[in-house]
Every structure is written in structure tokens, then in C-alpha cells.
């Protein structure tokens, strides 16, 4: 992994911004790919406000049935459903598919509007900081001297790992995680049933050390069809969450029960 980052940095230059130990840019892997197909990730939002379920469906363009399912929550128990308010510093996994854009492995199908007083400092915020306002500008071409308009619909260019959906031969979905101000390796692999060394190999890291701001891919165990008698080819369900289909499982749900 970390000869192929090295590669391609020789030919993306601005990569080894990313990489790059000295320079103090967050870290984040990237994934390569070559192939057209999309696959599933999951994004680990930590709110940076407190914001309805709707509100966060739609800042991140996805289903909220699909948020609700992606965290194991029953929306029949809800008071009121989409409107239910989520307090700051909930951590929430969002559902997102992947791409293959300029042989990276990223998703770029969320948009934003921009509002009157936003910058690209809030923006990121917004999103819980899964995107840097750098990367935004530079994915928008967005000149620095000048303002936001207001209205404006700009791409926000979110992190997204699938490596095959596989780890060891594994079924894993991946969780791209913010690192926060006093976190290690060893208390987010405690937190996540992985270990140092698999999040160290999974992210091309040379020393276990990470930084606030550093973006993770966290290796989630999953549920499959060629494991579970689904009946449904193309389903991956990470543990802790379900899926609703209109076909043999109904609501799927995958737990450390199927998982053994
Ligand atoms: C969200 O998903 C539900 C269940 O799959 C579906 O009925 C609904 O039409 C979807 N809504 C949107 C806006 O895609
Ligand atoms: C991904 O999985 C496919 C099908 O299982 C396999 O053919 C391919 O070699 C795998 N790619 C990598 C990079 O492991
Ligand atoms: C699956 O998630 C549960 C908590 O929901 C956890 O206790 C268990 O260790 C996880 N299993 C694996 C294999 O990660």
C-alpha cells in the first residue's frame, strides 16, 4: 500500500500533501481503483450541531430510511420520525456509495448550497470536517479571494474506502473516521473490536501515530449473501445495522450472531 501511495504520488504531486509527514495537512488514505462500479462506505459523522434526521439526510444526499438502518435504529420507536433532533457531538454512520473518479476511490455526488454566511471553514465544519475547506476549494476551483455566492451549488468531495469490501478474506464495509484531540490508534481499534496493527496496515501508516483531523479507515466486519441465506446477491450489511429489501430477508440485520 505504501509503495502504490508513493507511485502515485509521483505522478498526483499534490497526493504527497496528504501523506506527507512534515507537511501538516490532515492525513487520509487513498484508495485507488480502475474499475467503473461504485461500492458502499460509511462515513462517521460526528454532528457539529445539533440537527434534525432530515437535516442530515439531506446535507449528505441519502435516504434517511438508509441512515436509520445504516445505524440499527428502529424509526417505528421514533416520536417523530425525520424531526427527531440529534444533539452535537453525536456520532452518526452515514451510508455513502463510492465512485472510481481519476482512478481514486472518492465520492463526489454530494452537493451543497451554499448559504449567506457560510465559508469554506463552516462548510467543513458542517460536514464534521470528513472534508478539509481546502478540499473543497480545490475540487470547486474555488478562488480564494473571493466570496462565496450565497445560492451557489458547490461539490463536497467526501472520503470513501471499499477495498473490495474484504480484510483477510473478511466481509468488511469501511468507516472513514475523524480522528479527535486525544484518540489513538489502540483506543479507536478498542472502540471498533480491530487492533493497532490491522488499522496500521489498512491505512498504509509506516508508525502508529495519528493526528486530530487525520482521516481513518476503520475495518467493520460485515454480513454478506454468500454468507447469510439472503437470497440476495449484491448485499453487504455491517454489523450493528440492517437492510431493508423487498425480497427474501425483509429486514436484514447483522449482528455478532451472524457474524460468527
Ligand atoms: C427512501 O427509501 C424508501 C425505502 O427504500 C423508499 O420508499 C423511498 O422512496 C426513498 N426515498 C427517496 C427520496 O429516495
Ligand atoms: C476484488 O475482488 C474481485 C472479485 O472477488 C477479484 O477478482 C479482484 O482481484 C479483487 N481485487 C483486489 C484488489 O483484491
Ligand atoms: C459487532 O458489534 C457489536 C456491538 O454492536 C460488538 O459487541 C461486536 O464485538 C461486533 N463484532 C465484531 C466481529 O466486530
Same mark, same amino acid.
Given at each position: 500500500?505504501?509503495?502504490?501511495?508513493l507511485?502515485?504520488?509521483l505522478f498526483f504531486?499534490?497526493l504527497?500533501?496528504?501523506?506527507?509527514?512534515?507537511i501538516?495537512y490532515?492525513k487520509s488514505i487513498?484508495?485507488?481503483?480502475s474499475s467503473?462500479?461504485?461500492?458502499?462506505?460509511?462515513?462517521s459523522?460526528l454532528?457539529p450541531?445539533?440537527?434534525?434526521?432530515?437535516e442530515i439526510?439531506?446535507?449528505?444526499?441519502?435516504n434517511?430510511?438508509d441512515?436509520?438502518?445504516?445505524?440499527?435504529?428502529d424509526?417505528?420507536?421514533l416520536?417523530?420520525? &425525520?424531526?427527531?433532533? +440529534?444533539?452535537?457531538?453525536?456520532l452518526?454512520?452515514v *451510508?455513502?456509495? #463510492?465512485? =472510481?473518479? @481519476?482512478g481514486?476511490r472518492q465520492?463526489?455526488?454530494?452537493?451543497?448550497?451554499?448559504q449567506?454566511?457560510d465559508?469554506?471553514?463552516s462548510?467543513?465544519e458542517?460536514?464534521?470536517r470528513l472534508v478539509?475547506?481546502?478540499?473543497?476549494?480545490?475540487v470547486?476551483?474555488?478562488? &480564494?479571494?473571493?466570496p +462565496?455566492?450565497?445560492?451557489?451549488?458547490?461539490v463536497? *468531495?467526501l472520503? #470513501?474506502? =471499499?477495498? @473490495?469490501?474484504s480484510?483477510?478474506?473478511?466481509?468488511?464495509v469501511?468507516?472513514?473516521y475523524?480522528v479527535?484531540r486525544?484518540?489513538?490508534l489502540s483506543s479507536i481499534?478498542?472502540e471498533?473490536?480491530t487492533?493497532?496493527?490491522?488499522l496500521m496496515?489498512v491505512?498504509?501508516l &509506516?508508525?502508529?501515530?495519528i493526528?486530530p483531523?487525520d482521516?481513518?479507515?476503520? *475495518?467493520?466486519p460485515a454480513?454478506?449473501?454468500?454468507?447469510?441465506d439472503?437470497?440476495?446477491?449484491?448485499?453487504?450489511?455491517?454489523?450493528g445495522?440492517?437492510?431493508?429489501t423487498?425480497n427474501?430477508c425483509?429486514k436484514?440485520?447483522?449482528g455478532?450472531t451472524h457474524?460468527k
Amino acid at each position: 500500500m505504501q509503495l502504490l501511495l508513493l507511485l502515485l504520488s509521483l505522478f498526483f504531486p499534490n497526493l504527497l500533501l496528504f501523506i506527507h509527514p512534515s507537511i501538516t495537512y490532515a492525513k487520509s488514505i487513498i484508495e485507488p481503483c480502475s474499475s467503473s462500479d461504485s461500492c458502499t462506505s460509511l462515513l462517521s459523522y460526528l454532528l457539529p450541531w445539533d440537527s434534525k434526521l432530515s437535516e442530515i439526510a439531506s446535507r449528505f444526499h441519502v435516504n434517511i430510511s438508509d441512515i436509520f438502518s445504516a445505524n440499527s435504529i428502529d424509526p417505528t420507536l421514533l416520536p417523530s420520525f &425525520g424531526n427527531q433532533i +440529534l444533539p452535537t457531538k453525536s456520532l452518526l454512520k452515514v *451510508p455513502i456509495s #463510492c465512485s =472510481c473518479v @481519476n482512478g481514486i476511490r472518492q465520492s463526489m455526488s454530494t452537493t451543497y448550497t451554499v448559504q449567506a454566511a457560510d465559508n469554506l471553514d463552516s462548510i467543513s465544519e458542517g460536514y464534521g470536517r470528513l472534508v478539509s475547506a481546502e478540499q473543497i476549494r480545490s475540487v470547486n476551483g474555488i478562488n &480564494g479571494k473571493e466570496p +462565496l455566492a450565497s445560492g451557489e451549488s458547490i461539490v463536497v *468531495p467526501l472520503p #470513501c474506502t =471499499c477495498f @473490495n469490501n474484504s480484510n483477510h478474506g473478511v466481509t468488511t464495509v469501511y468507516l472513514s473516521y475523524v480522528v479527535e484531540r486525544g484518540e489513538s490508534l489502540s483506543s479507536i481499534g478498542d472502540e471498533y473490536g480491530t487492533t493497532v496493527m490491522d488499522l496500521m496496515a489498512v491505512n498504509g501508516l &509506516g508508525q502508529p501515530v495519528i493526528y486530530p483531523g487525520d482521516i481513518l479507515a476503520i *475495518p467493520i466486519p460485515a454480513c454478506s449473501s454468500a454468507n447469510l441465506d439472503w437470497r440476495n446477491e449484491d448485499l453487504i450489511v455491517s454489523n450493528g445495522s440492517y437492510a431493508l429489501t423487498g425480497n427474501n430477508c425483509v429486514k436484514c440485520t447483522c449482528g455478532p450472531t451472524h457474524l460468527k
